[in-house]
Each structure stands twice: as structure tokens, then as C-alpha cells.
């Protein structure tokens, strides 16, 4: 199995805990981990997950029209 | 102590609701979506749990469009100072709380037309009288779901439709209601719900907010308070999605956590037992002081009340009955206008007002029977004096 690990980047907490909501209702392995500095100015949290997930949960959202700003491989 | 002011303030409260408040007090008690550390992230899941609680409530899809205010109030305010424009049209009925008339007047005296439909003198509005307002083009319809004043509650949904057909957006004060009234966004055709945490909810107070629907366009909602949200800081204008953008500042996240206890022991009880429970205790107050001699209820129609009802004797002044029943009989209950005036004018107790008994969940039988034995024996010897 691949074991990279991606993170999905969000405009806000709310929509992060929605996301990681979802993602555990899908089974999706999450965690919410804070934003690392190199990607990102901002004081918040994203969401990890193992990259090879990254069709599935791009799917959840849009099912749900889940509105995140990237997904980015660690 | 018989405590019948659940329509000012529910209690007591579901010990889920202290058991939340207590827990994060001693175990998270940190800021939420500020930060990315722990306790920060549960501070943001409690907010986020009690925000699905509230819309799995009211059948409202997305939990992101509940947003959080300090009260019913407070989500009002949004709401009609959010949307309403000079020159724009805004629908009132009879039956409003200053909650609704305040924020409306003054937007009138900034250039908003405001009508009002009058009511029935039981506080009914009828949905044909509506219709008949809304032959001119109306921005926005705003009604009070259920009385605060006599409990009188209203065909939301026929309501709810005549002003959507109308190009109206429907506005529903659910102060009184949320919480004890099945509501259902689409269902019910509500686009902006106004709800509050502290009364049927079970919550704090502190608490509330507005349910913003799916079609409402919230790019014309301005907020009325900008400032820090933990998004988007790198930019000094406010961010443009909910809830984040009608939220700024540290929100009240205790009362929030105590709020969702609230939501989830509604969810668990069943609304179909609260609603069970609280019809008896309308019945029996509507029937029990309705059998006094010189006492006269501003009731509502059987079918559609809360268990608030409103009442004033011949005898006795509302202050004075009031009075005599905290200081003889313990019993706690509200007189005067009850912040709202208009009610009081459709029903004809204004500007006197009335002596107010609002029972709730945790209201028993036997408290009922109680209040209406000492109201009986309060008119007996008022009368005699």
C-alpha cells in the first residue's frame, strides 16, 4: 500500500470539520493536523490523508459540494 | 417553586446540557479555529457538532449555513438589516416581538417600506390576507412562527409559499418554536430561520442564530459585524463563505457546547413526546383558567398553541396577580407586554398587557393544576377586597 500522505487545505475550521466529518463517514483514514508553515501563512488546521485516496475524497466533496482550496502531496 | 417563564427562559435544563458546558470547561476550554493545536481543534468540533445537531433538526442540509448568533435577536437583526435595502418592501404580521418590529422601524426611517397585517384577535394571520399584501413586489416576508404573548402559532408553510411565489423571501421568527415544533426548512418553505438557544432548545442563554436555506442569496446578506474569523488572515476584508463570514470574534463556545446537550436530548426525547406533552399542559391551562370566574384568556385557537397562554382579571392588575404569586403561592411568571406591543394590540390587551404562564417540557401536570388553584383563590379574594 502507499503510504504517502497528502493534505486537503481549506478556507476555514468550519469547512475542515465538515470535511473530516464526511471523509469518516466514507471510511477515508483523516486527521486534522495544523496548516504546515510552508504551505501556508494562515493559523488553521488541514485535513491528512494517504494520497491514494485523493479520487475518493475529491468525489465525497463534490457530493457534497464541500468547497476546500488544494490538495497537496507532503 | 413552580417556574411557568419557559417562553423568557427554559428551565430547568437536560443535565446533558450542564454535563456539556462542564466538560469544556475543565477539558477543552480552549479558542476555536484559532489555532491548530488540540484543544483548539475540539474547541472548533463542539461548535461544529452543536451546528449539525441544529441543522439534522431542522432537515437543513448543509450544517455550514447555521450561523451562530447571541439569540433570536441576533439572527433577526441579521437577517432584516443583512438583506433589506431603501426602497426595498418588507411583509409583517400582527403578532411580532420588538425583536422584529425594532430592527423594522428603524430600517423604515432609512427608506424600507414595512406593512403589517393585521391579525385575528386570537393572533391568527390569515394566509389570504397575506396574499392580498403581496400583489405589490415584497423583498422580504417576516412572521413570528408562534406567540411569545399567547402562544398562538401560524400556517408557516402556506405562509411560507405564498411569499415565495410572491419573489418574497420568507423569513420565520422560530423564537418561541425551535425546539418544541417540528420545523423543516424545505418542508415548511422557510428560507431564514431565527432561532434561540435558551428556550425550547434547552440551551444557554447566549445562544441562537439564523438558518440561512439554500436559495438564499447570501452575497446580498451583509454582515453585521466584521472582524477576526481564523480564515483567510492574510486579508483584511472579511471572508465570503458561511458561517465564517457572520461570525467574527471569540464565539461563546460554552454556551454553544450546553446549546448542542440541548439539541441532542430534543433529537433523543422525539419531538412528536415534547410536542405530546406540552399540548396537555395547554389544554389543561387553557381549560383550567378558563373556568375562573372573572378571568378572561387571550387564547389561541386549540390547534395551533404553544402551552403559553396570556390571561388578565377583573379583579386584579397583572402586576398585582403577578406579585401574589411569587410572594404566596411561589410561582414564577411573567406580566406586562411582554416586549411586544403589537401582540398585545391584535389581541386587545395593550397597553395594559397581561399575566403571562409559558409552561415547558419539564412542566408537570401538577404544577398546572397548582398555578390555576392559586389564580382562583387569588381573583376569589381580589374580588372581595
Do not use: W
Request: glycine share 10%; with cysteine; aromatic share 6%.
Amino acid at each position: 500500500m502507499n503510504e504517502d500522505q497528502c493534505v486537503v487545505l481549506f478556507h476555514s475550521t468550519s469547512l475542515a470539520l465538515r470535511g473530516e466529518k464526511l471523509c469518516r463517514e466514507e471510511k477515508i483514514l483523516v486527521k486534522l493536523i495544523p496548516v504546515p508553515r510552508r504551505l501556508s501563512s494562515d493559523c488553521g488546521v488541514c485535513l491528512r490523508f494517504p494520497c491514494v485516496e485523493e479520487e475518493r475524497l475529491r468525489s465525497v466533496f463534490a457530493a457534497k459540494a464541500l468547497e476546500f482550496d488544494d490538495i497537496v502531496r507532503l | 417553586m413552580i417556574y411557568l417563564d419557559n417562553a423568557a427562559t427554559s428551565f430547568p435544563k437536560p443535565a446533558a446540557v450542564c454535563d456539556a458546558m462542564t466538560a469544556f470547561a475543565l477539558e477543552i476550554g480552549a479558542n476555536p479555529g484559532r489555532s491548530g493545536h488540540r484543544l483548539s481543534v475540539d474547541a472548533g468540533r463542539v461548535i461544529y457538532e452543536t451546528r449539525e445537531a441544529i441543522a439534522s433538526l431542522f432537515n437543513m442540509p448543509d450544517p455550514l449555513r447555521v450561523l451562530f448568533a447571541s439569540n433570536a435577536t441576533g439572527g433577526l437583526n441579521q437577517a432584516l438589516l443583512g438583506f433589506l435595502r431603501p426602497g426595498d418592501r418588507v411583509v409583517t404580521s400582527g403578532m411580532e416581538h420588538n425583536s422584529v418590529m425594532r430592527p423594522l422601524r428603524a430600517l423604515e426611517s432609512d427608506g424600507v417600506r414595512v406593512c403589517v397585517v393585521p391579525s385575528s384577535p386570537e393572533g391568527v394571520l390569515d394566509p389570504d390576507d397575506l396574499r392580498r399584501m403581496l400583489r405589490e413586489k415584497t423583498d422580504m416576508v417576516v412572521v413570528n412562527h408562534g406567540s411569545n404573548v399567547n402562544g398562538c402559532m401560524q400556517m408557516i408553510r402556506e405562509l411560507g409559499a405564498i411569499a415565495r411565489r410572491a419573489g418574497a423571501l420568507f423569513l420565520v421568527d422560530a423564537a418561541q418554536t425551535a425546539g418544541c415544533v417540528d420545523i423543516e426548512m424545505e418542508r415548511d418553505n422557510i428560507d431564514l430561520l431565527a432561532f434561540t438557544g435558551h428556550k425550547a432548545l434547552f440551551g444557554p442563554q447566549g445562544t441562537g442564530g439564523l438558518v440561512a436555506g439554500e436559495r438564499v442569496p447570501l452575497e446580498r446578506m451583509r454582515p453585521l459585524i466584521y472582524g477576526g474569523t481564523g480564515s483567510r488572515s492574510e486579508f483584511e476584508t472579511q471572508p465570503e463563505f458561511p458561517p465564517d463570514r457572520y461570525e467574527s470574534g471569540t464565539p461563546n463556545t460554552i454556551g454553544i457546547a450546553g446549546l448542542g446537550g440541548g439539541v441532542r436530548f430534543i433529537l433523543e426525547t422525539g419531538m412528536a413526546e415534547i410536542r405530546r406533552h406540552e399540548d396537555e399542559l395547554a389544554a389543561a391551562l387553557v381549560d383550567g383558567l378558563g373556568s375562573i370566574d372573572g378571568v378572561r384568556l387571550y387564547a389561541a385557537p386549540p390547534e395551533r398553541r404553544l402551552s403559553t397562554v396570556s390571561f388578565t382579571s377583573e379583579a386584579l392588575s397583572p402586576s398585582e396577580l403577578g406579585l401574589c404569586l411569587d410572594e404566596e403561592f411561589d410561582i414564577l411568571c411573567r406580566v406586562g407586554l411582554h416586549c411586544s406591543p403589537a401582540a398585545h394590540a391584535s389581541l386587545g390587551s395593550f397597553p395594559e398587557g397581561t399575566i403571562r404562564f409559558s409552561a415547558g417540557y419539564f412542566t408537570t401536570s401538577d404544577e398546572i393544576s397548582a398555578a390555576i388553584d392559586a389564580v382562583r383563590a387569588l381573583v376569589r379574594k381580589g374580588d372581595r377586597a
